[in-house]
């Protein structure tokens, strides 16, 4: 029977984190396993934006040259699989996957991104990354001067057209219900001509996930070029939380500034622990926690 290896670190998650950090690892000829189920949650976006060097890149494009080049240091293996269970064990960490195999390792990397969980409107999950958006900074110039919605309410909707004001001055706040507006928040989106609707969406128009009006339940049809909308996520991967790994109150896994976790040896990076939610802050995340991995494991050793 072969012996199963004990690897250094396994990554769970293959995208923009979990590759920068199995790179810092694999320079320092650290055994690495990246398990990665294939499905990113920014595969429907046509181009990411606002990364040096990738400004206008297809997102896949970025994470195939990664992968090529994270690959090219031997000491770091990739296994398409996805990780379905974890357990703490006398070497450290196991993970059990899908298609039936188990490995174990020192340390734990989470790179699982977060799961975004859709509002019952037809056509809003066809025009999710593409014309229905969720970060100005990583879309909106291409947006500019546009007429464009924002689909949220209370603090976040006014967060969002606070920064939004500044790359159009055609927008209009989307609450599908009552709003839930300060006093001297209404009276700054009323300064900006920020006009604010109640009524309920019901369907989002579109042609191949370009936005071409919000439908409402009465009836009532808006045109728009894009939408900002604020959703709801989960965890990916529940197998963090079931190590003893804490989640913050917004629901994010709970780090230090050096990436750990609430769990010994458990380390997270990427969309699954931090608000920015952006390809350039994911490739730091993951560059960071690949070097305090390995700082981790110098120092046991050493």
Known sequence: MKETPLFDAIVIGGSYAGLAAAMSLGRSMKTVLIIDSGKPCNRQTPHSHNFITQDGEKPSAIAEKAKAQVLNYGTVKFHSDLALSGRKNENGFAIATQKGGEFEAKKLI???????????????????????????????????????????????????????????????ILTSGKAAFTEEQRTKLDRHNIQVLEKKIAEVDHKNGQIKQVIFENGDKMDFTAVYAAIPFEQHSDIPVSLGCELTEQGYIKVDNLQKTTAKGVFACGDNSAMMRSVANAVFSGNLTGAMVNKELTDEQF
């Open 110 to 172: 989470f790179a699982t991104g977060i799961k975004d969980l859709m509002p019952d409107i037809k056509g809003f999950p066809e025009c999710w990354g593409i014309s229905v958006i969720h970060c100005p900074y990583c879309h909106g110039y291409e947006f500019r001067g546009q007429k464009t919605g924002i689909m949220a309410n209370g603090e976040r909707a006014f967060h969002l057209a606070s920064l939004v004001n500044n790359l159009t001055d055609n927008i209009t």
